[in-house]
T-cell receptor, first 112, second 116 residues
């Protein structure tokens, strides 16, 4: 089983729609969870951390289910600028300054 | 947010030569930095953890004699790809966690290495 598994897509979504991504992770020792965004040939940028209680940042909502080892991201009112690859990320060993395990990413294309 | 730089941003080298990539945290100190590699259409893979004042720790399958890491100061880590081969061509990215910002990791812009 892959450490972090995501549907690679692509997801083709009309502007203004709501889109949801999911991922699963295999390492039960992971303590920190994130969604990153990566544009083509660029470094990943943190979109948001994910907490068990769920958290929201503007149009973005993230959820974590530790029992199922499942993480989700919801994007509402999608914009053209949301087109990117979304990476589900967990920390490797549960420490503070810890390396990260990345999923392969889900490619999102917002269409006008 | 915090800033991490990498140099060079891209490099082309001949097979058998060595290439050094620098990673700097510009406005914070980092006792730990991480080196990742990303092949086309693949996920970023952690290669090694760079530790200031001690040896780097390498992930399984990463050759420590091929990928030399030196954490020279609290703001600088270098990765040297020795005796590069075409299969080492990849996107190399470093990151540094900021303790002041709850260990949030800041990524450098990456170095695209092409070995001919």
């Amino acid at each position: 089983r892959k450490e972090v598994e995501q549907d690679p897509g692509p997801f083709n979504v009309p502007e203004g729609a709501t889109v949801a991504f999911n991922c699963t992770y295999s390492n039960s020792a992971s303590q920190s969870f994130f969604w990153y965004r990566q544009d083509c040939r660029k470094e990943p940028k943190l979109l948001m951390s994910v907490y068990s209680s769920g958290n929201e940042d503007g149009r973005f909502t993230a959820q974590l289910n530790r029992a199922s080892q499942y993480i989700s991201l919801l994007i509402r009112d999608s914009k053209l600028s949301d087109s990117a690859t979304y990476l589900c990320v967990v920390n490797k060993r549960g420490g503070g300054a810890d390396g990260l395990t990345f999923g392969k990413g889900t490619h999102l294309i917002i269409q006008p | 947010g915090a800033v991490v730089s990498q140099h060079p941003s891209w490099v082309i080298c001949k097979s058998g030569t060595s290439v050094k990539i620098e990673c700097r945290s510009l406005d914070f100190q980092a006792t730990t930095m991480f080196w990742y590699r990303q092949f086309p259409k693949q996920s970023l893979m952690l290669m090694a953890t760079s530790n200031e004042g001690s040896k780097a720790t390498y992930e399984q399958g990463v050759e420590k004699d091929k990928f030399l890491i030196n954490h020279a100061s609290l703001t600088l880590s270098t990765l040297t790809v020795t005796s590069a081969h075409p299969e080492d061509s990849s996107f190399y990215i470093c990151s540094a966690p900021s303790i002041e910002r709850g260990y949030e990791q800041y990524f450098g812009p990456g170095t695209r290495l092409t070995v001919t």
